[in-house]
T-cell receptor
């Protein structure tokens, strides 16, 4: 079946540190891949996406590359800010139209100044 | 900005009561999804509508749960005879046709006393 595995949190970093949050997936066919971010008390906001192998999604300094050979979609940012503190979810959408997202368990990021 | 709107934001009720939540999707979106998110977990799919047709339901959607989207616009999710295990955040998402990403509302947090 389809599934997403994220690294366990919490991840605690100092401001301006480099961030990596690992995400691997299991899927049939060629899914689309997403990173969503959730701030306390809020819903999920789309951070970035990639729809085919070797695509790189990027937004607000965050990047992730769709790696088919390693079934991975790791999230990276070169220099984190306190405002990046949130829960980050990796998700996949199977290729069939209209299918729901399948999420990982989320990784909590805490950035201190 | 007319994003996905959910009402109420918070609902506290006694075990055994019925509750109903509402979701207003982005106006031009024809696909609507309900998810449930428990503490420390990623969202899990409950059900999916395309226009007014309910096309998919997950095994999580027990007989006590019912969802409607009568005119293909807003949707309601009703839980009858609530149980402690129903305590969760209920998220609604919508998307248009094609390969567009899902946009989430801020959710309804349900607490069962």
């Amino acid at each position: 079946g389809n599934s997403v595995t994220q690294m366990e949190g919490p991840v605690t970093l100092s401001e301006e540190a480099f961030l990596t949050i690992n995400c691997t997936y299991t899927a049939t066919g060629y899914p689309s891949l997403f990173w969503y971010v959730q701030y306390p008390g809020e819903g999920l906001q789309l951070l970035l996406k990639a729809t085919k192998a070797d695509d790189k999604g990027s937004n607000k300094g965050f990047e992730a590359t769709y790696r088919k050979e390693t079934t991975s979609f790791h999230l990276e940012k070169g220099s984190v800010q306190v405002s990046d503190s949130a829960v980050y979810f990796c998700a996949l959408r199977p290729p069939r139209a209209g299918t729901a997202l399948i999420f990982g368990k989320g990784t909590t990021l805490s950035v201190s100044s | 900005d007319t994003g996905v709107s959910q009402d109420p934001r918070h609902k506290i009720t006694k075990r055994g009561q019925n509750v109903t939540f509402r979701c207003d999707p982005i106006s031009e979106h024809n696909r609507l999804y309900w998810y449930r998110q428990t503490l420390g977990q990623g969202p899990e799919f409950l059900t999916y509508f395309q226009n007014e047709a309910q096309l998919e339901k997950s095994r999580l959607l027990s007989d006590r749960f019912s969802a409607e989207r009568p005119k293909g616009s807003f949707s309601t999710l009703e839980i009858q005879r609530t149980e402690q295990g129903d305590s969760a955040m209920y998220l609604c998402a919508s998307t248009g046709t094609g390969d567009q990403p899902q946009h989430f509302g801020d959710g309804t947090r349900l607490s069962i006393l």
